[in-house]
């Protein structure tokens, strides 16, 4: 398998407080990874190192076989690369759907205005909001935001999607229907890299499972091992509260 993405001994901290402790991971061409752990296990801290909107204290971010921390990386270039789903929308209110999904298009690729719209109804299609193109922000629930969100991260075409727990800020009724999109994503071969508190889902699609508490990576693997047998104490005490919950 191919790694688009090598982290390498990564840490960050914020003043004292250190919240990603020597990280060692990756991400393979194709590959769905879930990050699942507690508020505060460094999951969304982790995702932002990943995309640089915080930049690493120590470490290497291995990108197609290139450190892209090195002060010679373009780092804009990268970003490109690199779609990003927030738990808030970050919707332009005064722009119209269709236009939100191809105004990124538009300034970053540089493709013309015919060019940016084809390609975002193509993804507005994907997710389900095709209908909806003329409509404003405002008009919508929080479901079809975030659905809109990701057809605009899948308009800039990247090689690798991150969503930061996409579903957190959603009433309940709308969750599914932003992670049905998510599931038939996963089906198309889209490198995912995914921070959910979503069990089910992360047991449903991830190749890999990823658990983190306070700064580390406690275990990882398969989501039938680290659900069904994981070899961790911590991990059990974490999905033996958070199933119980549910």
Do not use: W
């Not at 993405?5 to 004292?16: A, E, M, R, V």
């Not at 940016?116 to 079809?144: F, H, I, R, T």
């Not at 039938?224 to 911590?234: G, K, L, M, W, Y």
């Amino acid at each position: 398998m191919e790694k688009v993405i090598d982290i390498q001994h990564l840490s960050k901290s914020f003043g004292t407080h250190e919240v990603l402790k020597d990280i060692d991971f990756s991400v393979e061409k194709g590959e769905v990874v879930c990050i699942i752990g507690s508020s505060g296990s460094g999951k969304s801290t982790l995702l932002r190192c990943v995309n640089l909107l915080e930049k690493p204290s120590g470490g290497e971010i291995i990108y197609n076989g290139e450190n892209i921390l090195d002060d010679k990386h373009d780092i804009y270039e990268y970003r490109r690369k690199l779609g990003m789903v927030f738990q808030q929308f970050n919707l332009f209110n005064n722009h119209n759907v269709l236009s939100n999904c191809a105004v990124g298009q538009m300034k970053v690729l540089k493709r013309s205005k015919e060019d940016a719209e084809k390609v975002a109804m193509k993804y507005l299609d994907v997710v389900g909001m095709k209908q909806y193109v003329n409509a404003k922000p405002k008009q919508l629930s929080g479901g079809q935001k975030q659905r809109v969100a990701i057809a605009r991260a899948l308009s800039m075409e990247p090689d690798v999607m991150l969503f930061d727990e996409p579903t957190s800020a959603l009433d309940p009724e709308m969750v599914g229907e932003v992670l049905k999109v998510m599931k038939e994503l996963a089906k198309t071969g889209l490198t995912m890299l995914i921070v959910t508190h979503e069990m089910e889902f992360a047991r449903e699609v991830a190749d890999r499972v990823v658990f983190m508490d306070k700064g580390v990576i406690v275990e990882q693997g398969p989501p039938e091992q680290i659900f069904n047998n994981p070899t961790e104490e911590r991990t059990k005490e974490f999905l033996k509260r958070i199933l119980k919950t549910m």
